[in-house]
T-cell receptor
Framework: GQQLNQSPQSMFIQEGEDVSMNCTSS?????WLWYKQDPGEGPVLLIA?????ELTSNGRLTAQFGITRKDSFLNISASIPSDVGIYFC?????????????FGKGITLSVRP | EPEVTQTPSHQVTQMGQEVILRCVPI?????FYWYRQILGQKVEFLVS????????KSEIFDDQFSVERPDGSNFTLKIRSTKLEDSAMYFC?????????????FGPGTRLTVL
């Protein structure tokens, strides 16, 4: 089945640093989304990408939809302590209605003050 | 801001018992989903639902699972006879969907513990 690969499993950065996270797949996805999950809570949508090559920003977050449609990255600039959490990429293959999300395993981000 | 809500936040049950997890999707959304997340693992798709019927279901969603939209606001997931391995966080999601947007918004989840 379709799988999304996120690595490393954990990242540790200093407050104020930028961080980049990658998500790759062996198969094509037609929509990419990035979610953040805090402990014990549901995933919160950060950014959605719909076109190959698209670059989208949301505050300090920037994400890109890879040209090959097999990858995406998320950048967080000037990190702050509340950026701590698990960051999941998710892909949609079928662009019709009711399209299921396929999630990566997530990257746990720690930010040292 | 509209949000997806789920009840209860935590459900403890004995193996073999039936449980019903409840969700209230965002009011103008038409597409509904259930996902689950076993502790420490990724979020997995269970089922999607539109126009009062299942659109797609995963291998996980076997005959023990069912979904229902009993009224205009609630969306439920029933597990008929729970197993130990059903212990997980269960997330409801909803989307408005348009040709330009496939964004799914998640509820806070129900933690199901099967003893």
């Amino acid at each position: 089945g379709q799988q999304l690969n996120q690595s490393p499993q954990s990242m540790f950065i200093q407050e104020g640093e930028d961080v980049s996270m990658n998500c790759t797949s062996s198969s094509i996805f037609n929509t990419w989304l990035w979610y953040k999950q805090d402990p014990g809570e549901g995933p919160v949508l950060l950014i959605a990408l719909y076109k190959a090559g698209e670059l989208t920003s949301n505050g300090r977050l920037t994400a890109q939809f890879g040209i090959t449609r097999k990858d995406s990255f998320l950048n967080i600039s000037a990190s702050i302590p509340s950026d701590v959490g698990i960051y999941f990429c998710a892909g949609i293959l079928d662009t019709g209605a009711n399209s299921k999300l396929t999630f990566g395993k997530g990257i746990t981000l720690s930010v040292r003050p | 801001e509209p949000e997806v809500t789920q009840t209860p936040s935590h459900q403890v049950t004995q193996m073999g018992q039936e449980v019903i997890l409840r969700c209230v999707p965002i009011s103008n959304h038409l597409y509904f989903y259930w996902y689950r997340q076993i502790l420490g693992q990724k979020v997995e798709f269970l089922v999607s639902f539109y126009n009062n019927e299942i659109s797609e279901k995963s291998e996980i969603f076997d005959d023990q699972f069912s979904v229902e939209r009993p009224d205009g606001s609630n969306f439920t997931l029933k597990i008929r006879s729970t197993k130990l391995e059903d212990s997980a966080m269960y997330f409801c999601a909803s989307s408005e969907w348009s040709p330009l947007s496939h964004e799914q918004f998640f509820g806070p989840g129900t933690r199901l513990t099967v003893l």
